[in-house]
């Protein structure tokens, strides 16, 4: 973990900390694996998984969004925020299999979560409409976060 301290948090060399960190976890990881009798993954896998599936998470989002706009402005930043995601991936991708984490089976992909980011985005123009009619009669009741929005309990669609 010593390799953290040397590193100098920029955006591109953050990508390159966090890989030779996770380096130094994986190599340590290996040592007790050559040790122990089952081969363990390094703690980093674990986020490094999480961290790649909410791509899929965040382009279905921004789909689903696309569906209830028409807005060539706002198109084009979905267009560029799915662009940094992408690119964040195959990052993630990386360092992954420079780690010897398990390797997804999939790429990131809008379709993954389609449903889920449909309820989520038909949820908030249900919720959009129902503040603009508490507007009009002079009241505003503040109804909390859209739970179909939680992306953290997101399941993949079925093939």
Not at 123 to 144: C, K, L, P, S
């Amino acid at each position: 973990m010593q390799s953290f301290k040397r590193c100098r948090l920029t955006s591109v060399s953050f990508v390159l900390c966090l890989s030779l960190g996770t380096s130094t976890l994986a190599s340590t990881a290996n040592a007790q694996s050559k040790t122990d009798a089952t081969p363990q993954e390094p703690e980093a896998c674990a986020k490094l998984r999480s961290d790649y599936e909410e791509t899929s998470k965040k382009l279905a989002l921004n789909d689903a969004k696309g569906r209830f706009d028409d807005s060539a402005i706002r198109t084009t930043m979905r267009e560029t925020e799915n662009s940094n995601a992408i690119n964040q991936s195959r990052m993630i991708f990386e360092i992954m299999k420079t780690n010897g984490c398990q390797l997804p089976d999939h790429i990131p992909s809008s379709t993954r979560y389609a449903l889920a980011s449909t309820k989520c985005a038909v949820a908030r123009e249900v919720r959009r409409a129902e503040e603009f009619m508490d507007r009009d009669r002079g009241n505003y009741v503040d109804r909390g976060p859209i739970e179909e929005c939680d992306i953290s309990g997101w399941k993949p669609d079925q093939k």
